[in-house]
């Protein structure tokens, strides 16, 4: 929410902490500081995060053998296309998701579906996938720009994949793997006959893949929840919310530890979250009481 400069008029303004039970404005726009009563805490300030996850169909093509095969473009009989899509906001009850009918299955027309899961993007702050980065975002992008669909509106991406990969030794990095590791809900049992009775339209196995979908995004939130205290690049939801709160939960309860994170020039306190446990750095108040002017520095 922003406020409303007294003196201008312009509501282009940012927050600039709060002093005597009163929060401290900056207008952008004239330059002028003011105050505004404290409003209520909004549950809807909490900022839009949306885990999904797409299904695809393969691709047709001519090939001469099976093994050590290079194929050219030109081989491609009929091209790949979005099969489904499930989504849902984190902490929501509710589970969105779409998939083809089976006149658009036979055609590989995905156009219908597509907008429906942008209007979903569209609304997002945050969106959760594993392997979004490489695999979901873009396999979804290229069907919007084949599509004549414009970008959604920008927002930050949390690949699970990654994070597992960065931060983690495990013996595979697969969903399906980490679900059943940390004894979550695992995905649902598929072989490929699937896929391909949703190309050919049978809606019983159409209905069976909007399942697995589905399956596999409460899923997908459990893993995400997992490995969040460990996630160090977590997109800052104190930012987003414009309040003094854990970047990775937004919890309002935070201990400080007798642990200092020190670096070349400072040295911070930290904390860990009382809500989802993850130790985090300050960096609005260091501990050096005297500035440091000399430096060893390697040659």
Not at 123 to 132: P, Q, R, S, Y
């Amino acid at each position: 929410m922003k406020a409303v400069c007294p003196d201008c008029g312009s509501n282009h303004s940012r927050r600039k902490g709060i002093r005597l039970d009163k929060q401290r404005w900056l207008c952008n726009f004239c330059g002028r500081q003011f105050t505004t009563e404290l409003m209520p805490t909004d549950p809807s300030a909490f900022p839009r995060m949306l885990l999904f996850d797409i299904e695809t169909t393969p691709m047709t093509v001519y090939v001469w053998g099976l093994y050590k095969q290079r194929i050219p473009h030109t081989n491609v009989i009929k091209e790949w296309n979005i099969l489904s899509w499930s989504a849902k906001w984190l902490f929501d009850d509710i589970i969105h998701s779409d998939v083809l009918t089976p006149k658009e299955a036979i055609a590989g027309n995905d156009k219908r579906i597509l907008e429906s899961i942008w209007l979903k993007l569209d609304e997002a702050d945050i969106v959760i996938a594993h392997n979004g980065d490489r695999f979901d975002l873009r396999k979804l992008n290229a069907r919007f720009i084949d599509n004549d669909i414009k970008p959604p509106s920008p927002f930050r991406s949390i690949d699970t994949l990654k994070i597992a990969r960065r931060e983690f030794a495990f013996s595979s990095y697969k969903q399906d793997y980490l679900t059943k590791h940390f004894k979550l809900p695992e995905k649902l049992k598929t072989e490929f006959s699937l896929w391909i009775n949703c190309m050919a339209g049978d809606q019983e196995a159409l209905d069976r893949m909007l399942d697995y979908n589905r399956h596999d995004t409460m899923g997908l939130e459990e893993v995400y929840l997992k490995l969040r205290p460990y996630i160090r690049n977590h997109p800052n939801l104190g930012v987003l919310m414009d309040r003094d709160v854990c970047p990775n939960c937004a919890c309002e309860f935070m201990e400080e530890l007798e642990a200092v994170y020190f670096t070349t020039a400072n040295q911070f306190p930290v904390y860990r979250c009382q809500g989802c446990k993850t130790p985090y750095i300050r960096h609005k108040k260091n501990l050096n009481q005297v500035g440091t002017n000399l430096r060893s520095v390697p040659k």
